[in-house]
């Protein structure tokens, strides 16, 4: 937890040193795939069959000889379709993971790419899917949702704490400034509820609405380079 009761957590592409923690960088979410691609398409790319994105995050995992640091959740392509669920969160385990979120995340995804990926079973089904297999392995979860029903269904399959999506951003103010009224409502909505911390993901795009999703959230997601920050 960061200054102020906050629960902030910082998108990383690799992990230095274990003193990034001790310096205040709060939590951290590793993401492999977002090294050596533009903060505002990076997230487009992970997802995209041009790249094995959990093949990336494995390879980056056997080269940490003393296993993922604490305070690391590790960011999991979770609707691959290549890796059978069970196996592949046992080598996790041996990597020495211990926390998993499911991001890149379809949540991105609107429209009819959207409808497209769930009618083919790669969408927030699947990979709530395999967030509850994760909860039930024994690992912590976060899970990445974009309204309030799949978040709802994530805190069910076993996420401690979520985090609303609210889209890329489009570059036209009004519609960013609706995605972002959007996501503080399902953020609000799901707070009420109880059961967890309730995060908002603030996307390379969304920098001038930062303070308004500040206040709708218990923490930010924060993408590289953005910088971990706590505040008020």
């Given at each position: 937890m960061g200054k102020n009761g906050r629960f902030d957590v910082q998108i990383t592409a690799a992990l230095h040193s274990s003193t990034e923690q001790a310096e205040g960088a709060g939590d951290r979410l590793f993401c492999p795939v977002f090294g050596g691609h533009p903060v505002d398409r990076a997230e487009y790319l992970a997802l995209l069959p041009v790249q094995d994105s959990n093949g990336r995050l494995l390879a980056a995992l056997a080269e940490m000889p003393d296993g993922v640091p604490e305070g690391v959740c590790v960011g999991v392509l979770a609707v691959d379709p290549f890796r059978p669920v069970g196996p592949f969160l046992e080598t996790l385990r041996r990597f020495g993971v211990r926390a998993v979120a499911n991001f890149p995340t379809t949540a991105l995804f609107d429209g009819e790419t959207g409808e497209t990926l769930r009618g083919v079973g790669l969408g927030a089904q699947r990979e709530a899917?395999?967030?509850?297999?994760?909860?039930?392995?024994?690992?912590?979860?976060?899970?990445?949702?974009?309204?309030?029903?799949?978040?709802?269904?994530?805190?069910?399959?076993?996420?401690?704490?979520?985090?609303?999506?609210?889209?890329?951003?489009?570059?036209?103010?009004?519609?960013?400034?609706?995605?972002?009224?959007?996501?503080?409502?399902?953020?609000?909505?799901?707070?009420?509820?109880?059961?967890?911390?309730?995060?908002?993901?603030?996307?390379?795009?969304?920098?001038?609405?930062?303070?308004?999703?500040?206040?709708?959230?218990?923490?930010?997601?924060?993408?590289?380079?953005?910088?971990?920050?706590?505040?008020?």
């Open positions: 899917s395999f967030l509850e297999q994760a909860a039930q392995a024994g690992f912590a979860v976060t899970g990445f949702a974009a309204d309030a029903d799949i978040g709802r269904r994530l805190r069910a399959a076993g996420a401690g704490r979520l985090v609303v999506h609210p889209g890329a951003a489009t570059g036209d103010p009004s519609r960013d400034a609706e995605a972002v009224a959007n996501a503080a409502a399902v953020a609000a909505e799901l707070r009420g509820e109880g059961g967890g911390p309730v995060l908002l993901y603030r996307p390379a795009g969304f920098e001038d609405h930062h303070d308004v999703m500040r206040r709708a959230a218990d923490g930010l997601v924060l993408p590289p380079g953005a910088g971990h920050s706590n505040r008020p």
